[in-house]
T-cell receptor, first 114, second 111 residues
């Protein structure tokens, strides 16, 4: 247990569906991250939030929409996804964005887009 | 059609032997490095980190070596055990304080 939980663990959705991924951290951290891990590429950073403010959008398509209502919760809203978006979506947190900060990862949500 | 998985370098070692996993990084300005372990069905788990003002750091059964001259990082695991079987990633702190992950090495431990 890393103190970072993600739900659901598995999700299958059609291209016209709207769904949301949830991440919660119980570590008192102030920075939260979304990563995409696919079979074809290394771990890719998607979004970063630091003290609830988005500090990084790594050229992510608008069909992915993040939300960070507070420092403990992070959401990724999904709509009109493509089959190539099928991947493991990982959430991570660290004390704050900056130097020498280990990131703690959740177990991920395995997403399949049909 | 069937998707083709990312081809990961694989290291196969005998249980009880030492393992050495290598990683090259490209950003000469990186000053913080982390090794992560990812077991099947789980997220990456922190193993050990090292700052650029060090060239060696030891943990429990693991040692990380940093060679800044050739921008190379290695992870040594002593007396490798079946539970060490996983994918290992190095990551370095790139520009704007973002971790940049390598593609990973799969470690297989033979009984």
């Amino acid at each position: 247990e890393t103190g970072v939980t993600q739900t659901p663990r598995h999700l299958v959705m059609g291209m016209t569906n709207k769904k949301s991924l949830k991440c919660e951290q119980h570590l008192g951290h102030n920075a939260m991250y979304w990563y995409k891990q696919s079979a074809k590429k290394p771990l890719e950073l998607m979004f970063v939030y630091n003290f609830k403010e988005q500090t990084e959008n790594n050229s992510v398509p608008s069909r992915f929409s993040p939300e960070c209502p507070n420092s403990s919760h992070l959401f990724l809203h999904l709509h009109t996804l493509q089959p190539e978006d099928s991947a493991l979506y990982l959430c991570a947190s660290c004390p704050r964005e900056g130097l020498y900060n280990e990131q703690f990862f959740g177990p991920g949500t395995r997403l399949t887009v049909l | 059609g069937e998707s083709v998985g990312l081809h990961l370098p694989t290291l196969s070692v005998q249980e009880g032997d030492n393992s050495i996993i290598n990683c090259a990084y490209s950003n000469s300005a990186s000053d913080y490095f982390i090794w992560y372990k990812q077991e099947s069905g789980k997220g990456p788990q922190f193993i050990i980190d090292i700052r650029s003002n060090m060239d060696k750091r030891q943990g429990q059964r693991v040692t990380v070596l940093l060679n800044k001259t050739v921008k190379h990082l290695s992870l040594q695991i002593a007396a490798t055990q079946p539970g060490d079987s996983a994918v290992y990633f190095c990551a370095d702190l790139g520009g704007r304080y973002k971790l940049i992950f390598g593609s990973g090495t799969r470690l297989l431990v033979r009984p």
